[in-house]
């Protein structure tokens, strides 16, 4: 019984002494991984397909199947690619727009916000909209443009890790930057009548 005491008085003791003091804690700030990204340095890309845009130089292209226009962009030190499809119209401009747009609509379930940039290049052809889709979604950038008559190319961006938006977030802004560069740079090529 006098153990039994000797513990219960012990305890006690502990803990009124543990509750007592100023001990204010403060949560930690929100912290991401320090990315060392290089400042891009863009070259022109071009060859036989009927565009040509400018990427970062780190960045590099392969084409996915001989004698067509899709590429996969590897995005370098950001472990992702761009898929990168062209597609030469035969159907009515809608049908390519509905297409891109319910691409984007799968996402929604994981999605926590959807915006959307407009392009009209009028000068030069080039009309289109980019998706910047924000939480854990598979495919944090979706893009489409076209010259409203013939041609149309899409991109779909993927990450080769898990989709976790705050671990992405320095890297999803800095692709950003670059995807802006690359579709304000698109251009169709002249094309033989």
Same mark, same amino acid.
């Given at each position: 019984?006098?153990?039994?005491?000797?513990?219960?008085?012990?305890?006690?003791?502990?803990?009124?002494?543990? /509750?007592?003091?100023?001990?204010?804690? !403060?949560?930690?700030? %929100?912290?991401?991984?320090?990315?060392?990204?290089?400042? %891009?340095?863009?070259?022109?890309?071009?060859?036989? /397909?009927?565009?040509?845009?400018?990427?970062?130089?780190?960045?590099?292209?392969?084409?996915?199947?001989?004698?067509?226009?899709?590429?996969?962009?590897?995005?370098?030190?950001?472990?992702?690619?761009?898929?990168?499809?062209? !597609? %030469?119209?035969?159907?009515?401009?809608?049908?390519?727009?509905?297409?891109?747009?319910?691409?984007?609509?799968?996402?929604? !379930?994981?999605?926590?916000?959807?915006?959307?940039?407009?392009?009209?290049?009028?000068?030069?052809?080039?009309?289109?909209?980019?998706?910047?889709?924000?939480?854990?979604?598979?495919? %944090?950038?979706?893009?489409?443009?076209?010259?409203?008559?013939?041609?149309?190319?899409?991109?779909?961006?993927?990450?080769?890790?898990?989709?976790?938006?705050?671990?992405?977030?320095?890297?999803?802004?800095?692709?950003?930057?670059?995807?802006?560069?690359?579709?304000?740079?698109?251009?169709?090529?002249?094309?033989?009548?």
């Amino acid at each position: 019984m006098k153990i039994l005491s000797l513990v219960l008085i012990s305890l006690f003791l502990a803990g009124a002494f543990s /509750c007592s003091g100023d001990n204010n804690f !403060i949560p930690k700030p %929100p912290t991401y991984l320090k990315l060392d990204l290089p400042t %891009p340095k863009y070259i022109s890309f071009s060859d036989s /397909c009927p565009y040509t845009f400018e990427i970062p130089s780190f960045y590099s292209l392969k084409t996915v199947l001989a004698g067509e226009c899709h590429k996969d962009i590897d995005l370098g030190p950001l472990n992702g690619v761009i898929h990168f499809s062209y !597609i %030469p119209m035969v159907e009515p401009l809608s049908a390519y727009v509905n297409y891109s747009i319910d691409k984007v609509d799968e996402h929604k !379930i994981k999605a926590t916000a959807i915006n959307d940039t407009r392009f009209i290049d009028t000068a030069h052809h080039v009309f289109g909209t980019l998706f910047e889709l924000k939480g854990d979604v598979a495919s %944090p950038f979706q893009f489409y443009l076209t010259d409203s008559t013939k041609n149309f190319v899409s991109g779909v961006v993927y990450f080769n890790s898990q989709p976790n938006y705050d671990s992405l977030k320095p890297s999803l802004d800095y692709l950003k930057k670059d995807l802006l560069h690359m579709i304000e740079t698109f251009r169709w090529k002249k094309q033989q009548p």
